[in-house]
């Protein structure tokens, strides 16, 4: 649990406030409280206080009331709303953090706002691993773009690459499922996992699992297309079917070569080769990865 800043510089510029609804001292046992037994009723009571102060002339625009506040509703958001990936506790939190820095002209709750922005980043992190499925996969996508932004707003010097590159192929996962499960969305969908493959491929070109995953998504679009063409299909619309599948095991081709040439012993690799070759009706090609294949699963019953 993050520490509360001490407030004997808060009670020195409001020393002048005068009336019941500042009592910054009983704020302070109230929070110091609430962080010794997490009593609900101690936020609470916390929060009613803090709505007068931050509308108050008098402390309105310093940094230590948003702090404050952002500490209530982020333990609001821990309490009550863990979880929710739209919490409005958390989105509140994160905002009153912000207005904290913006107005902490003598970086006395700066670095702790932050630290508390950087915790929250993480939770946005989370609910964008929990949802990333093919029901709420719009959800995941924006708590991701937010863990990234209020992750780099705390820590300017924030890299994500690894971060990208593992949420990017799960997303593309979710793309593929969506396409083969749903007809209505299988052609929208195939450019959306392909789209994401090639993000991953920008950020590393070498990534085994997008050049595999890439390959495999072209070769069963054509695989697909073949089994749904109806056996009556006029000998025009047949030759313009073929041409069609053969152009995606083309397209497949390079990715599975590039996945081999990664992990020549991976089976996966070496069977989608074999499958691509034999489609392509280079028979020979097909039977080399096959016998590498049977190589390898020999050397393993042993």
């Known amino acids: 649990m993050f520490r509360l800043l001490t407030i004997t510089g808060f009670i020195l510029w409001t020393a002048s406030v005068q009336g019941q609804f500042v009592k910054l001292e009983e704020l302070k046992a109230i929070l110091s409280g609430y962080q010794a037994k997490g009593q609900l009723s101690d936020l609470e009571t916390a929060k009613i206080m803090l709505d007068s102060i931050a509308v108050h002339p008098e402390t309105r625009d310093h940094g230590f009331t948003w702090y404050y506040r952002g500490y209530v509703f982020k333990e609001y958001f821990k309490k009550k709303d863990s979880g929710n990936p739209t919490s409005q506790y958390r989105e509140k939190a994160v905002e009153y953090f912000k207005k904290a820095v913006s107005l902490d002209k003598e970086n006395q709750c700066t670095d702790v706002s932050k630290s508390n922005i950087k915790y929250l980043a993480t939770t946005y992190f989370n609910d964008a691993a929990t949802n990333l499925n093919p029901d709420k ?4 996508i924006k708590n991701y773009e937010l863990f990234k932004s209020n992750t ?13 590159l593992e949420f990017y192929l799960a997303l593309a996962s979710v793309y593929t499922k969506i396409s083969e499960s749903d007809p209505a969305k299988k052609k929208e969908f195939f450019a959306k996992a392909r789209k994401m493959y090639d993000k991953v491929l920008e950020i590393d070109p070498d990534n085994l699992g997008a050049n595999y995953n890439l390959g495999i998504l072209y070769y069963n679009r054509a695989v697909d297309i073949i089994n749904t063409t109806n056996y009556d299909v006029d000998l025009v619309s047949l030759s313009q079917i073929q041409d069609t599948c053969i152009n995606l095991f083309r397209q ?3 990715y599975m070569e590039h996945a081999y040439h990664l992990d020549p012993t991976n089976k996966f ?34």
């Open 137 to 140: 996969y719009e959800l995941a």
């Open 152 to 164: 780099i707003y705390a820590e300017p010097l924030a890299t994500f690459k690894q971060r990208d």
């Open 252 to 254: 497949s081709l390079p």
């Open 269 to 302: 690799v070496l069977i989608g080769l074999s499958g691509i070759y034999f489609s392509l009706n280079e028979k020979d090609k097909s039977d080399k990865f096959k016998k590498e294949l049977e190589l390898i699963e020999k050397e393993e019953k042993k």
